[in-house]
Protein backbone atom coordinates (compact mmCIF):
# COMPACT_ATOMS: atom_id res chain seq x y z
CA UNK A 1 0.00 0.00 0.00
CA UNK A 2 2.07 3.49 -1.20
CA UNK A 3 0.07 5.48 1.50
CA UNK A 4 1.55 8.45 -1.07
CA UNK A 5 -0.65 7.68 -3.92
CA UNK A 6 -3.56 7.11 -2.24
CA UNK A 7 -4.14 9.26 0.89
CA UNK A 8 -6.93 9.26 3.25
CA UNK A 9 -9.15 12.60 3.95
CA UNK A 10 -7.01 14.60 6.44
CA UNK A 11 -9.08 14.86 9.54
CA UNK A 12 -10.12 18.67 9.29
CA UNK A 13 -11.46 17.69 5.75
CA UNK A 14 -13.47 15.41 7.24
CA UNK A 15 -14.53 17.57 10.49
CA UNK A 16 -15.02 20.58 8.49
CA UNK A 17 -17.29 18.57 5.39
CA UNK A 18 -19.74 17.50 8.42
CA UNK A 19 -20.27 20.62 9.69
CA UNK A 20 -20.67 22.04 6.07
CA UNK A 21 -22.92 19.73 5.70
CA UNK A 22 -25.27 20.01 8.56
CA UNK A 23 -24.79 23.92 8.15
CA UNK A 24 -26.32 23.99 4.08
CA UNK A 25 -29.20 21.55 5.69
CA UNK A 26 -30.57 23.76 8.12
CA UNK A 27 -29.67 26.59 5.59
CA UNK A 28 -31.80 24.87 2.82
CA UNK A 29 -34.26 24.01 5.15
CA UNK A 30 -34.69 27.52 6.83
CA UNK A 31 -34.36 29.54 3.74
CA UNK A 32 -37.44 27.50 1.86
CA UNK A 33 -39.35 28.55 4.92
CA UNK A 34 -38.11 32.27 4.10
CA UNK A 35 -39.04 32.26 0.39
CA UNK A 36 -42.41 31.03 1.15
CA UNK A 37 -43.38 33.71 3.04
CA UNK A 38 -42.52 36.36 -0.01
CA UNK A 39 -42.61 33.90 -3.10
CA UNK A 40 -41.63 37.12 -5.08
CA UNK A 41 -38.63 37.97 -6.59
CA UNK A 42 -37.64 41.10 -8.26
CA UNK A 43 -34.40 43.28 -9.38
CA UNK A 44 -33.43 46.36 -7.92
CA UNK A 45 -33.30 48.10 -4.43
CA UNK A 46 -37.18 47.63 -4.32
CA UNK A 47 -39.63 44.93 -4.63
CA UNK A 48 -42.88 44.08 -2.96
CA UNK A 49 -46.31 43.20 -3.21
CA UNK A 50 -47.36 46.39 -4.97
CA UNK A 51 -44.29 46.34 -7.18
CA UNK A 52 -44.21 43.97 -10.44
CA UNK A 53 -42.03 40.90 -9.61
CA UNK A 54 -39.41 39.05 -12.46
CA UNK A 55 -40.64 35.96 -11.14
CA UNK A 56 -43.75 34.12 -8.75
CA UNK A 57 -42.92 30.79 -6.76
CA UNK A 58 -46.07 28.92 -6.18
CA UNK A 59 -44.40 28.19 -3.34
CA UNK A 60 -46.86 28.62 -0.41
CA UNK A 61 -50.65 30.09 0.12
CA UNK A 62 -48.87 33.42 0.02
CA UNK A 63 -48.60 32.63 -3.96
CA UNK A 64 -50.80 35.37 -5.25
CA UNK A 65 -52.95 36.25 -2.49
CA UNK A 66 -54.40 39.01 -3.29
CA UNK A 67 -55.89 39.91 0.02
CA UNK A 68 -55.14 43.94 -0.46
CA UNK A 69 -57.21 46.63 0.75
CA UNK A 70 -57.68 49.65 -1.93
CA UNK A 71 -54.07 51.06 -2.64
CA UNK A 72 -54.59 55.10 -1.59
CA UNK A 73 -51.81 56.88 -3.22
CA UNK A 74 -48.54 57.82 -1.23
CA UNK A 75 -48.01 61.04 -3.56
CA UNK A 76 -49.93 62.95 -5.85
CA UNK A 77 -50.48 62.98 -9.22
CA UNK A 78 -51.01 60.51 -11.53
CA UNK A 79 -49.37 56.94 -11.16
CA UNK A 80 -48.00 57.72 -7.80
CA UNK A 81 -46.63 55.21 -5.36
CA UNK A 82 -49.39 53.47 -3.42
CA UNK A 83 -50.08 51.92 0.01
CA UNK A 84 -51.94 49.22 0.79
CA UNK A 85 -52.83 46.94 3.74
CA UNK A 86 -53.61 42.70 3.96
CA UNK A 87 -56.72 41.55 4.55
CA UNK A 88 -55.49 37.98 4.32
CA UNK A 89 -53.16 35.99 7.12
CA UNK A 90 -50.23 34.85 5.64
CA UNK A 91 -48.21 32.26 6.32
CA UNK A 92 -44.84 33.41 8.52
CA UNK A 93 -42.36 31.80 10.13
CA UNK A 94 -39.58 34.23 10.01
CA UNK A 95 -39.10 33.71 14.33
CA UNK A 96 -37.61 30.68 13.99
CA UNK A 97 -36.64 30.71 10.11
CA UNK A 98 -34.75 34.01 10.45
CA UNK A 99 -32.86 32.30 13.38
CA UNK A 100 -31.91 29.32 12.30
CA UNK A 101 -30.70 30.72 8.74
CA UNK A 102 -28.14 32.76 10.44
CA UNK A 103 -27.26 30.75 13.39
CA UNK A 104 -26.28 28.28 10.41
CA UNK A 105 -24.60 30.78 8.23
CA UNK A 106 -22.27 31.92 10.90
CA UNK A 107 -21.29 28.09 11.56
CA UNK A 108 -20.95 27.42 7.71
CA UNK A 109 -18.71 31.21 7.68
CA UNK A 110 -16.82 29.46 10.28
CA UNK A 111 -16.29 26.14 8.86
CA UNK A 112 -16.02 27.47 5.39
CA UNK A 113 -12.82 29.83 6.72
CA UNK A 114 -11.18 27.39 8.20
CA UNK A 115 -11.45 25.11 5.50
CA UNK A 116 -10.04 27.24 3.11
CA UNK A 117 -7.35 28.38 5.50
CA UNK A 118 -5.98 24.95 6.48
CA UNK A 119 -6.74 24.17 2.83
CA UNK A 120 -4.08 26.73 1.73
CA UNK A 121 -1.83 25.85 4.64
CA UNK A 122 -1.85 22.71 4.43
CA UNK A 123 -1.55 22.23 0.64
CA UNK A 124 -4.21 20.79 0.38
CA UNK A 125 -5.96 22.80 -2.66
CA UNK A 126 -2.00 22.45 -4.52
CA UNK A 127 -1.94 18.95 -4.07
CA UNK A 128 -5.80 17.79 -5.10
CA UNK A 129 -7.07 21.07 -6.97
CA UNK A 130 -4.33 21.33 -8.62
CA UNK A 131 -1.97 18.67 -8.95
CA UNK A 132 -1.16 16.17 -10.63
CA UNK A 133 -0.91 17.57 -14.35
CA UNK A 134 -2.66 14.81 -16.02
CA UNK A 135 -5.78 15.06 -14.77
CA UNK A 136 -5.93 18.98 -15.58
CA UNK A 137 -5.52 18.07 -19.42
CA UNK A 138 -8.53 18.32 -21.88
CA UNK A 139 -8.12 15.04 -22.90
CA UNK A 140 -8.80 13.41 -19.03
CA UNK A 141 -11.30 16.23 -18.86
CA UNK A 142 -12.89 14.71 -21.98
CA UNK A 143 -13.15 11.35 -20.99
CA UNK A 144 -13.93 11.83 -17.12
CA UNK A 145 -17.26 14.27 -19.18
CA UNK A 146 -17.74 10.60 -21.64
CA UNK A 147 -17.88 8.31 -18.63
CA UNK A 148 -20.02 9.80 -16.54
CA UNK A 149 -22.45 10.82 -19.44
CA UNK A 150 -22.34 7.07 -19.93
CA UNK A 151 -23.16 6.17 -16.02
CA UNK A 152 -19.40 4.67 -15.41
CA UNK A 153 -18.81 5.71 -12.05
CA UNK A 154 -14.87 5.05 -10.82
CA UNK A 155 -14.48 2.96 -7.86
CA UNK A 156 -13.86 5.15 -4.61
CA UNK A 157 -10.73 6.20 -3.53
CA UNK A 158 -11.75 6.96 -0.17
CA UNK A 159 -9.50 10.03 -0.28
CA UNK A 160 -8.74 13.33 -2.40
CA UNK A 161 -7.97 11.84 -5.62
CA UNK A 162 -10.70 13.83 -7.28
CA UNK A 163 -11.20 13.47 -10.55
CA UNK A 164 -11.16 16.17 -13.36
CA UNK A 165 -15.25 17.21 -13.22
CA UNK A 166 -15.23 16.63 -9.55
CA UNK A 167 -12.03 19.38 -8.85
CA UNK A 168 -14.18 21.62 -11.21
CA UNK A 169 -17.30 21.02 -9.34
CA UNK A 170 -15.74 21.50 -5.95
CA UNK A 171 -13.90 24.55 -7.30
CA UNK A 172 -16.70 26.12 -8.63
CA UNK A 173 -18.97 25.63 -5.05
CA UNK A 174 -16.10 26.78 -2.81
CA UNK A 175 -14.32 29.44 -4.95
CA UNK A 176 -17.87 30.95 -6.81
CA UNK A 177 -21.41 29.82 -5.63
CA UNK A 178 -20.58 29.99 -1.26
CA UNK A 179 -18.90 33.68 -0.92
CA UNK A 180 -21.82 34.87 -3.86
CA UNK A 181 -23.97 33.02 -1.35
CA UNK A 182 -22.44 35.00 1.42
CA UNK A 183 -21.85 38.55 -0.07
CA UNK A 184 -25.77 38.63 -1.44
CA UNK A 185 -27.05 37.50 2.27
CA UNK A 186 -24.62 40.20 3.65
CA UNK A 187 -25.87 42.16 1.08
CA UNK A 188 -30.01 42.27 2.78
CA UNK A 189 -28.69 43.08 6.07
CA UNK A 190 -29.79 46.92 6.62
CA UNK A 191 -26.57 46.91 9.08
CA UNK A 192 -23.96 45.11 7.02
CA UNK A 193 -25.15 47.31 3.75
CA UNK A 194 -25.03 50.61 5.97
CA UNK A 195 -21.40 49.34 7.03
CA UNK A 196 -20.05 48.31 2.94
CA UNK A 197 -23.01 49.68 1.07
CA UNK A 198 -20.32 49.09 -1.91
CA UNK A 199 -22.49 45.66 -1.82
CA UNK A 200 -25.70 47.32 -2.77
CA UNK A 201 -23.78 48.57 -5.89
CA UNK A 202 -21.96 45.25 -6.75
CA UNK A 203 -25.24 43.13 -6.83
CA UNK A 204 -27.75 46.00 -7.93
CA UNK A 205 -29.76 46.35 -5.00
CA UNK A 206 -31.18 44.52 -2.15
CA UNK A 207 -33.85 42.91 -4.25
CA UNK A 208 -31.20 42.22 -7.09
CA UNK A 209 -28.63 40.47 -4.17
CA UNK A 210 -32.01 38.36 -2.86
CA UNK A 211 -32.70 37.13 -6.16
CA UNK A 212 -28.73 36.42 -7.13
CA UNK A 213 -29.33 34.60 -3.51
CA UNK A 214 -32.20 31.95 -4.66
CA UNK A 215 -29.95 31.53 -7.89
CA UNK A 216 -26.80 30.60 -5.92
CA UNK A 217 -28.86 28.61 -3.67
CA UNK A 218 -30.55 26.32 -6.76
CA UNK A 219 -26.82 26.05 -8.26
CA UNK A 220 -25.66 24.58 -4.71
CA UNK A 221 -28.60 22.69 -4.65
CA UNK A 222 -27.76 21.21 -8.22
CA UNK A 223 -24.15 20.40 -6.78
CA UNK A 224 -26.01 18.39 -3.53
CA UNK A 225 -27.88 16.66 -5.30
CA UNK A 226 -25.26 15.10 -7.82
CA UNK A 227 -22.56 15.11 -5.16
CA UNK A 228 -25.08 12.75 -2.94
CA UNK A 229 -26.25 10.59 -5.99
CA UNK A 230 -22.50 9.82 -6.76
CA UNK A 231 -21.00 9.18 -3.38
CA UNK A 232 -24.71 6.36 -3.15
CA UNK A 233 -23.27 5.16 -7.12
CA UNK A 234 -19.81 4.83 -5.94
CA UNK A 235 -20.13 3.16 -2.95
CA UNK A 236 -22.09 4.37 0.14
CA UNK A 237 -20.65 2.65 2.95
CA UNK A 238 -16.97 2.96 1.76
CA UNK A 239 -17.39 6.83 1.36
CA UNK A 240 -19.19 7.45 4.54
CA UNK A 241 -16.22 5.92 6.35
CA UNK A 242 -14.06 7.30 4.41
CA UNK A 243 -15.50 10.91 5.40
CA UNK A 244 -16.12 10.21 8.84
CA UNK A 245 -13.73 8.01 10.89
CA UNK A 246 -10.96 8.34 7.57
CA UNK A 247 -10.75 4.67 6.62
CA UNK A 248 -9.76 3.31 3.69
CA UNK A 249 -10.95 -0.27 3.21
CA UNK B 1 8.40 11.42 8.04
CA UNK B 2 10.23 15.19 8.41
CA UNK B 3 7.58 16.94 7.18
CA UNK B 4 5.33 16.30 9.90
CA UNK B 5 6.20 18.09 12.92
CA UNK B 6 6.35 21.25 10.41
CA UNK B 7 2.38 20.47 9.24
CA UNK B 8 1.66 20.26 13.08
CA UNK B 9 2.61 23.28 13.73
CA UNK B 10 1.01 25.08 10.59
CA UNK B 11 -1.82 23.22 12.03
CA UNK B 12 -1.44 24.43 15.83
CA UNK B 13 -0.74 28.50 14.03
CA UNK B 14 -4.30 28.44 12.40
CA UNK B 15 -6.07 26.58 15.51
CA UNK B 16 -4.38 29.56 17.58
CA UNK B 17 -5.55 32.26 14.73
CA UNK B 18 -8.27 30.97 14.86
CA UNK B 19 -8.75 31.35 18.36
CA UNK B 20 -7.11 34.92 18.49
CA UNK B 21 -10.39 35.67 16.05
CA UNK B 22 -12.94 34.76 18.53
CA UNK B 23 -11.16 36.13 21.54
CA UNK B 24 -11.92 39.64 19.34
CA UNK B 25 -15.93 38.31 19.25
CA UNK B 26 -14.91 37.86 23.09
CA UNK B 27 -14.65 41.30 23.90
CA UNK B 28 -18.47 41.89 23.22
CA UNK B 29 -19.18 39.25 25.80
CA UNK B 30 -20.04 42.18 28.22
CA UNK B 31 -22.66 43.61 26.09
CA UNK B 32 -25.50 42.92 27.76
CA UNK B 33 -27.76 40.92 25.51
CA UNK B 34 -31.76 39.53 25.68
CA UNK B 35 -32.72 36.37 27.27
CA UNK B 36 -32.06 33.38 25.53
CA UNK B 37 -34.97 31.77 27.34
CA UNK B 38 -33.03 28.48 26.92
CA UNK B 39 -33.18 28.62 23.00
CA UNK B 40 -30.41 27.88 20.31
CA UNK B 41 -32.12 30.00 18.26
CA UNK B 42 -32.15 33.30 20.43
CA UNK B 43 -28.73 32.59 21.54
CA UNK B 44 -27.35 32.90 17.15
CA UNK B 45 -29.01 35.93 17.22
CA UNK B 46 -27.37 37.45 20.21
CA UNK B 47 -23.86 36.35 18.56
CA UNK B 48 -25.31 38.13 15.81
CA UNK B 49 -25.59 41.18 17.74
CA UNK B 50 -22.30 41.10 19.26
CA UNK B 51 -20.80 40.44 15.72
CA UNK B 52 -22.26 43.62 14.16
CA UNK B 53 -21.00 45.70 17.22
CA UNK B 54 -17.71 44.36 17.30
CA UNK B 55 -17.13 44.31 13.55
CA UNK B 56 -19.24 46.79 12.11
CA UNK B 57 -18.45 50.40 12.65
CA UNK B 58 -21.16 52.10 14.88
CA UNK B 59 -21.83 55.65 13.01
CA UNK B 60 -22.20 54.50 9.61
CA UNK B 61 -25.60 55.99 8.02
CA UNK B 62 -27.92 53.40 5.94
CA UNK B 63 -27.68 54.96 1.86
CA UNK B 64 -30.21 57.84 1.77
CA UNK B 65 -32.20 57.84 -1.92
CA UNK B 66 -33.56 60.80 -4.02
CA UNK B 67 -37.45 62.11 -4.47
CA UNK B 68 -37.58 60.03 -7.91
CA UNK B 69 -36.56 56.62 -6.16
CA UNK B 70 -39.78 56.59 -3.48
CA UNK B 71 -42.13 53.28 -4.28
CA UNK B 72 -44.89 51.78 -3.16
CA UNK B 73 -45.43 50.49 0.15
CA UNK B 74 -47.15 47.88 1.78
CA UNK B 75 -48.63 48.52 5.42
CA UNK B 76 -48.46 45.14 7.34
CA UNK B 77 -48.92 44.01 11.44
CA UNK B 78 -51.28 46.91 12.63
CA UNK B 79 -53.08 49.05 9.64
CA UNK B 80 -55.97 50.56 11.75
CA UNK B 81 -56.28 50.85 15.59
CA UNK B 82 -59.50 52.37 15.44
CA UNK B 83 -60.89 48.80 14.29
CA UNK B 84 -58.91 47.12 16.99
CA UNK B 85 -60.18 44.07 19.00
CA UNK B 86 -59.48 45.27 22.58
CA UNK B 87 -62.16 48.28 23.15
CA UNK B 88 -59.60 50.14 24.97
CA UNK B 89 -57.40 50.53 21.96
CA UNK B 90 -60.01 51.24 19.56
CA UNK B 91 -61.43 53.89 21.62
CA UNK B 92 -58.14 55.50 22.69
CA UNK B 93 -57.48 55.47 18.71
CA UNK B 94 -60.76 57.04 17.78
CA UNK B 95 -60.44 59.91 20.63
CA UNK B 96 -57.10 60.47 19.20
CA UNK B 97 -58.36 60.79 15.34
CA UNK B 98 -61.15 62.98 16.56
CA UNK B 99 -59.12 65.87 18.11
CA UNK B 100 -56.95 65.42 14.66
CA UNK B 101 -54.10 63.71 17.04
CA UNK B 102 -54.32 66.53 19.80
CA UNK B 103 -55.25 64.49 22.73
CA UNK B 104 -52.39 62.14 21.69
CA UNK B 105 -49.25 62.51 24.07
CA UNK B 106 -45.35 60.45 24.47
CA UNK B 107 -44.06 60.23 27.38
CA UNK B 108 -40.44 59.68 28.04
CA UNK B 109 -39.52 58.47 31.43
CA UNK B 110 -37.32 56.19 33.15
CA UNK B 111 -33.12 57.24 33.90
CA UNK B 112 -33.74 60.96 32.48
CA UNK B 113 -32.67 63.89 34.08
CA UNK B 114 -36.43 65.85 33.12
CA UNK B 115 -39.43 62.72 32.57
CA UNK B 116 -42.53 64.33 30.89
CA UNK B 117 -44.80 64.03 28.06
CA UNK B 118 -44.62 65.62 24.60
CA UNK B 119 -47.85 66.26 22.61
CA UNK B 120 -47.43 66.19 18.62
CA UNK B 121 -47.20 70.10 17.90
CA UNK B 122 -44.43 69.90 20.75
CA UNK B 123 -42.03 67.43 19.08
CA UNK B 124 -42.84 69.40 15.68
CA UNK B 125 -41.32 72.36 17.07
CA UNK B 126 -37.81 70.63 17.57
CA UNK B 127 -35.34 70.46 14.69
CA UNK B 128 -36.34 67.66 12.03
CA UNK B 129 -34.91 65.87 9.96
CA UNK B 130 -36.19 64.16 6.66
CA UNK B 131 -34.85 61.27 4.74
CA UNK B 132 -35.40 58.77 2.18
CA UNK B 133 -34.39 55.16 2.91
CA UNK B 134 -34.93 51.79 2.41
CA UNK B 135 -36.74 49.71 4.67
CA UNK B 136 -36.29 46.07 4.91
CA UNK B 137 -39.15 43.62 6.13
CA UNK B 138 -38.19 40.54 7.46
CA UNK B 139 -40.64 38.90 5.20
CA UNK B 140 -38.55 39.66 2.34
CA UNK B 141 -39.75 42.67 0.68
CA UNK B 142 -38.28 46.16 0.39
CA UNK B 143 -39.87 49.59 -0.12
CA UNK B 144 -38.33 53.40 0.04
CA UNK B 145 -40.33 55.98 1.40
CA UNK B 146 -39.32 59.73 2.79
CA UNK B 147 -39.88 60.17 6.72
CA UNK B 148 -39.92 63.50 8.56
CA UNK B 149 -39.33 63.44 11.92
CA UNK B 150 -37.15 64.70 15.28
CA UNK B 151 -34.45 62.59 15.63
CA UNK B 152 -35.00 60.33 19.28
CA UNK B 153 -31.65 61.79 20.15
CA UNK B 154 -33.15 65.71 20.20
CA UNK B 155 -35.65 64.09 22.20
CA UNK B 156 -33.03 61.97 24.91
CA UNK B 157 -30.83 65.06 24.68
CA UNK B 158 -34.24 67.04 26.42
CA UNK B 159 -34.92 64.98 28.85
CA UNK B 160 -31.68 64.37 29.50
CA UNK B 161 -29.38 61.05 29.49
CA UNK B 162 -28.38 59.86 32.98
CA UNK B 163 -24.90 58.44 33.11
CA UNK B 164 -26.45 54.56 33.74
CA UNK B 165 -29.08 54.92 30.64
CA UNK B 166 -28.04 52.03 28.42
CA UNK B 167 -31.41 51.65 26.28
CA UNK B 168 -34.37 52.79 25.12
CA UNK B 169 -37.70 50.70 26.09
CA UNK B 170 -40.72 51.33 23.06
CA UNK B 171 -44.41 50.97 23.93
CA UNK B 172 -47.30 51.59 21.37
CA UNK B 173 -50.94 51.93 21.54
CA UNK B 174 -51.35 48.42 20.07
CA UNK B 175 -49.47 47.28 22.95
CA UNK B 176 -45.99 46.16 21.48
CA UNK B 177 -42.95 46.01 23.37
CA UNK B 178 -39.46 46.68 22.46
CA UNK B 179 -36.03 48.01 22.82
CA UNK B 180 -32.58 48.93 21.14
CA UNK B 181 -29.32 50.32 22.73
CA UNK B 182 -28.36 53.55 23.16
CA UNK B 183 -26.04 52.90 20.14
CA UNK B 184 -29.09 52.92 17.56
CA UNK B 185 -30.89 54.77 19.76
CA UNK B 186 -28.75 58.16 19.27
CA UNK B 187 -28.09 57.04 15.64
CA UNK B 188 -28.51 60.10 13.45
CA UNK B 189 -30.47 58.80 11.23
CA UNK B 190 -33.10 57.33 14.11
CA UNK B 191 -36.34 59.31 13.58
CA UNK B 192 -39.62 59.58 15.42
CA UNK B 193 -41.42 60.36 12.58
CA UNK B 194 -44.78 62.41 12.17
CA UNK B 195 -44.37 62.76 8.24
CA UNK B 196 -43.88 60.38 5.59
CA UNK B 197 -43.33 60.88 1.63
CA UNK B 198 -44.27 64.84 2.44
CA UNK B 199 -47.64 64.40 4.52
CA UNK B 200 -48.78 63.75 7.92
CA UNK B 201 -47.56 60.11 8.78
CA UNK B 202 -50.66 57.89 7.31
CA UNK B 203 -52.54 55.68 9.98
CA UNK B 204 -51.88 52.71 8.07
CA UNK B 205 -48.15 53.80 8.59
CA UNK B 206 -48.47 54.75 12.20
CA UNK B 207 -50.25 57.81 13.13
CA UNK B 208 -49.21 60.02 14.95
CA UNK B 209 -45.50 58.95 15.61
CA UNK B 210 -43.38 55.92 14.83
CA UNK B 211 -39.95 55.37 14.99
CA UNK B 212 -37.46 54.55 12.13
CA UNK B 213 -34.07 52.26 13.23
CA UNK B 214 -32.98 52.58 9.87
CA UNK B 215 -30.21 49.83 10.82
CA UNK B 216 -32.53 47.12 11.28
CA UNK B 217 -35.06 45.00 10.42
CA UNK B 218 -38.88 46.96 9.41
CA UNK B 219 -40.60 45.11 12.67
CA UNK B 220 -37.95 47.72 15.13
CA UNK B 221 -39.42 50.70 13.84
CA UNK B 222 -42.18 50.53 15.92
CA UNK B 223 -45.78 52.33 14.73
CA UNK B 224 -48.42 53.99 16.85
CA UNK B 225 -45.61 55.10 19.92
CA UNK B 226 -46.97 56.03 23.30
CA UNK B 227 -44.16 55.45 25.57
CA UNK B 228 -40.41 55.69 25.68
CA UNK B 229 -38.61 54.40 28.83
CA UNK B 230 -34.75 54.94 29.02
CA UNK B 231 -33.19 51.95 31.01
CA UNK B 232 -29.95 51.12 32.64
CA UNK B 233 -30.88 47.36 32.24
CA UNK B 234 -32.14 45.61 28.85
CA UNK B 235 -35.47 45.15 28.60
CA UNK B 236 -37.08 42.85 26.29
CA UNK B 237 -40.33 42.86 26.95
CA UNK B 238 -40.84 39.50 28.63
CA UNK B 239 -43.92 37.72 27.66
CA UNK B 240 -44.64 40.92 25.68
CA UNK B 241 -41.43 40.86 23.91
CA UNK B 242 -39.94 39.81 20.79
CA UNK B 243 -37.26 37.41 22.04
CA UNK B 244 -40.50 35.54 24.09
CA UNK B 245 -42.45 34.88 21.43
CA UNK B 246 -39.90 33.83 18.87
CA UNK B 247 -38.23 36.78 16.99
CA UNK B 248 -34.62 38.22 17.76
CA UNK B 249 -34.43 41.22 19.62
CA UNK B 250 -31.49 42.67 17.59
CA UNK B 251 -32.35 42.18 14.08
CA UNK B 252 -29.24 44.22 12.02
CA UNK B 253 -28.95 40.99 9.90
Known sequence: MTTRSTPVHARWVRLTHWVAAASVVALAFSGVEILMVHPRLYWGEVGNDLTPPILELPISRNHRHGGWTTPAPLLDGPGAPVSAGRTFEIFNQNGWGRSLHFLAGWMLVAAGLFYVLAGIIAGHFRRHFLGGREALSVAALWRDLRAHLRGFVPLPTGGPDYGPLQRISYVVVIFLVAPLLVLTGLTMSPAVAAAAPVLLDLFGGHQSARTLHFAAFAVLMLFFVAHVVMVIRSGLGRQVRAMTVGDRT | MTARPRLVTRREALVAGVAAGGGVLLGGCTRPTPPTYGSLLRLG???????????????????????????????????????????????????WLASDFGEWRLSVTGSVARPGTWSLAELKRLPSRTQITKHVCEEGWTAIGEWTGVPLSRVLDAAGLQPSARFVTFKSLDRRYDSIDLLDALHPQTLLAYGMNGRDLPVAHGAPLRLRVERQIGYKSMKYLTELIVTDDLDDGGARGYPKNGWAWYNGI
Open chain 2, 45 to 95: DNFTYLAHRTLLPGESLVREYSHADLTSFPAVGTINPASAKRAEVAGTYRR
